[in-house]
């Protein structure tokens, strides 16, 4: 036994076999270099970011964990979970069957006081009864190399069921072998070939199951009381947890993150087919991933429907949204330095001072409670109305919504603009009566026609330009609904309500500018803002591009004209071709008729006589 001071986590090293059955390669050494504080590490870098980032922790830190709960993690790897466990749970014992990868996980974690750590194969410990949770997070399809047995999915699981105390629950995070991704060509995650997981693993070792296959096994084990969750994009790096309860909305789908772990090779953005597999009720068969809640019977599942967590944020704004099944929603602040939830409360408050509807919020020591509005997002009832194909429709509610903003602003000379640039273009001009730099058709709700403003978390005392809510809120339309393009022009809105190409410049510089001044993006995004953050290079670009645009749908337009008219010549021949036909008919109708045979002499003496 390796045992640190009181204070700090335990390595047990006394059941390690001796072998380790996995590894990920040299960014082992550098990892535990890096967790004893030897070695520097950029954990950018595309073999660190997925292991060490704290992305991976949204998988488990929404879960509604007891508080003086024993949690069991089995294959606990280098540990990118365990320190959200640690954080819910009263004891963690954390079990990695490599002892490089424990010894990692344990360097990583060390300063907890209520972590264990085994380098230990699971079955040579004797932990039966003992745990409220026990907690698998992509380790399950390994079922065949834990049990070498007939049925190996169902001994494993079974097994599990002798962990957990009889109120214990399993916690299960899987790849689904039917997930979209695999349909857009993505490699199977354990294989690394595009479609193995569609056709069938057959004899392979490493195998996950889809939705059909977890309940037949969940039920051959007599385990019948479950709840499926499907984070999006998958378990891995996740953005967002749905349930049948909460599946996405429409335009929604088109904005969900996608990480990637390694190039792949898409077919086409899945994301693009998502709203039909809603509309079919079909999210859950072809989630990426399962997120499983397993109990025996009579024990009471989470309630929690949906949680959102924002990744792209520095700590400082990072939330976990969580929504129950009552439809209550809370917001927690992800980190001790966390001021958003203050700063949406003072918003909301300014808004009620100014008569502008929205939702209420009650502040409490660890979380803001937000009150749930009937309706849909304003930007979900346009694609609805857009999928009716009602065009008058979308342009009169754009309309109504520009007017909305009118009535929430003022005439004024902008003395304390959100960024230096507006003042280059803007200076007496229609200006938000409170300073609003998040307001979009996402964040209000309409319903019978009204207008609600919720999750503004971004308040501000500069003065905003409402030509910049504007220009931001079609921007994100149409990243909500690319094929709106099809029916109404994006550049003939942003021109209706003289929305120019510097004016969009110089909203763009001013937002960048905006939330760089309070560092609200993390590192990742901040050294993508730094690569792309030319919008001058950009519109050229992007000018650039709409001109080919225009360039290929002309000749486009001259290849369907020469089609059409080829078509109709074709069709011409047609008719040729069948006119012919029936006067072919026609002879050989008269050649095999009585009266041809009969008058055959008088023809041949006719003959003659010309002759």
């Not at 749970?89 to 490089?100: A, L, Y």
């Not at 959102?308 to 129950?324: A, F, K, W």
Request: negative net charge; hydrophobic residues 35%; contains cysteine.
């Amino acid at each position: 036994m390796i045992e640190m001071e009181k204070s700090m986590a335990t390595l047990n090293l006394d059941f390690y076999s001796g072998e380790d059955i996995y590894c990920d390669g040299s960014v082992e050494d550098e990892l535990l270099e890096y967790y004893k504080g030897e070695k520097k590490l950029d954990l950018f870098r595309e073999d660190t970011f997925y292991i060490t980032s704290p992305i991976r922790e949204n998988i488990i830190n929404w879960y509604p964990f007891k508080k003086d709960s024993v949690a069991l993690e089995i294959g606990g790897g280098m540990g990118p979970i365990t320190g959200a466990i640690c954080d819910k749970c009263k004891k963690v014992v954390s079990v990695e069957n490599s002892k490089k990868r424990a010894t990692i996980l344990y360097e990583r974690h060390k300063m907890r006081d209520n972590l264990e750590v085994y380098a230990a194969n699971i079955k040579d410990l004797s932990l039966k009864k003992q745990f409220d949770y026990v907690i698998l997070i992509g380790v399950f399809e390994y079922s065949k190399i834990f049990f070498d047995t007939e049925n190996p999915f169902e001994d494993f699981l079974n097994y599990l069921k002798e962990l957990i105390k009889p109120d214990g629950k399993i916690l299960i995070a899987i790849e689904n072998r039917y997930g979209i991704k695999y349909f857009a060509g993505v490699t199977e995650d354990h294989y690394s070939k595009p479609f193995l997981g569609l056709k069938g693993y057959e004899n392979l070792k490493i195998q996950t199951l889809g939705m059909g296959e977890w309940k037949d096994l969940l039920k051959k084990c007599n385990l019948l009381n479950y709840k499926f969750y499907y984070p999006y994009p998958d378990y891995k790096m996740p953005s967002a947890i749905f349930s049948e309860n909460y599946l996405p909305k429409h335009t929604e789908t088109s904005k969900l993150q996608v990480f990637n772990y390694a190039p792949e090779n898409y077919l086409y953005d899945y994301r693009s087919v998502l709203n039909g597999i809603i509309d079919n009720k079909m999210f859950g068969f072809f989630s990426n991933s399962y997120f499983i809640e397993i109990s025996n019977d009579n024990v009471k599942l989470s309630d929690i429907s949906f949680s959102r967590i924002q990744n792209m944020r520095n700590e400082n704004y990072r939330t976990l949204t969580i929504m129950h099944d009552n439809k209550k929603i809370y917001k927690y602040p992800l980190s001790n330095k966390n001021i958003e939830l203050k700063q949406l409360k003072i918003t909301h408050e300014k808004l009620d001072s100014l008569k502008i509807d929205n939702c209420k919020l009650k502040l409490s020591e660890d979380k803001l409670e937000v009150q749930y509005i009937e309706g849909p997002l304003l930007g979900e009832y346009i694609y609805i109305l857009y999928l009716e194909r009602k065009k008058n429709d979308i342009l009169e509610i754009i309309d109504k919504y520009y007017k909305f903003l009118e009535d929430i602003s003022t005439d004024k000379k902008i003395e304390n603009p959100i960024s230096d640039n507006i003042n280059k273009i803007y200076e007496n001009c229609k200006v938000l009566k409170i300073g609003l730099p998040d307001l979009n058709m996402s964040n209000v709700i309409i319903n019978d026609g009204k207008f609600t403003l919720i999750d503004q978390e971004f308040g501000t005392d500069k003065e905003i330009p409402l030509d910049y809510t504007m220009y931001f809120s079609i921007n994100l339309l149409y990243e909500e609904i690319p094929t709106l393009e099809e029916l109404i022009k994006k550049e003939d809105l942003l021109s209706k309500y003289n929305l120019t190409i510097e004016k969009q410049k110089c909203l763009i510089k001013s937002a960048i500018d905006y939330f760089k001044e309070i560092d609200y993006f993390n590192t990742p995004v901040k050294k993508y803002i730094e690569k792309h953050s030319n919008i001058d290079i950009l519109y050229e670009k992007y000018n650039t591009l709409i001109q080919e645009n225009s360039e290929l749908s002309n000749a486009n337009q001259k290849l369907s004209d020469e089609i059409e008219k080829l078509k109709a010549e074709i069709s011409e021949s047609q008719k040729l071709v069948e006119k012919n036909g029936m006067l072919q008919n026609q002879m050989n109708d008269i050649l095999n008729s009585k009266s041809w045979k009969i008058t055959e002499p008088f023809r041949k003496l006719a003959s003659k006589v010309k002759k």
